[in-house]
Nanobody, 124 residues
Framework: QVQVVESGGGLVQAGGSLRLSCAVS????????MGWYRQTPGKHRDLVAA???????????TYADSVKGRFTISRDTANYTVYLQMNSLKPEDTAVYYC??????????????WGQGTQVTVSS
């Protein structure tokens, strides 16, 4: 069993910054990828940023075009934690942000764990 817990959302004015954190715990053998998604009412849940680490390819980071140059994803591999630093926030960044992790568990299975979501609201 694994748990994915996000923190750090809130209300900020346009141009401001927020930092989201996500910690994964439980029966973890390893985590291949961690990332952040966001969703607004009536819309799909879209990828914001992700970091993937493999033995053969090393670390690869992906950003949605809409956040490139403003958001930075980083990962504390040893502590199964991922962060999203969000700068120069815009009202259109308002959404519920979800953390996701591709988890290899101690019993040999692989699953995608999701956090409960954290609200980010950017006022104009």
């Amino acid at each position: 069993q694994v748990q994915v817990v996000e923190s750090g959302g809130g209300l900020v004015q346009a141009g401001g910054s927020l930092r989201l954190s996500c910690a994964v715990s439980g029966d973890i053998l390893s985590i291949d990828a961690m990332g952040w998604y966001r969703q607004t009412p009536g819309k799909h849940r879209d990828l914001v940023a992700a970091t993937t680490t493999t033995i053969t390819s090393g670390t690869r980071i992906t950003y949605a075009d809409s956040v490139k140059g403003r958001f930075t994803i980083s990962r504390d591999t040893a502590n199964y934690t991922v962060y999203l630093q969000m700068n120069s926030l815009k009202p259109e960044d308002t959404a519920v942000y979800y953390c996701a992790a591709e988890i290899n568990t101690m019993d040999g299975s692989t699953l995608r764990g999701w956090g409960q979501g954290t609200q980010v609201t950017v006022s104009s």
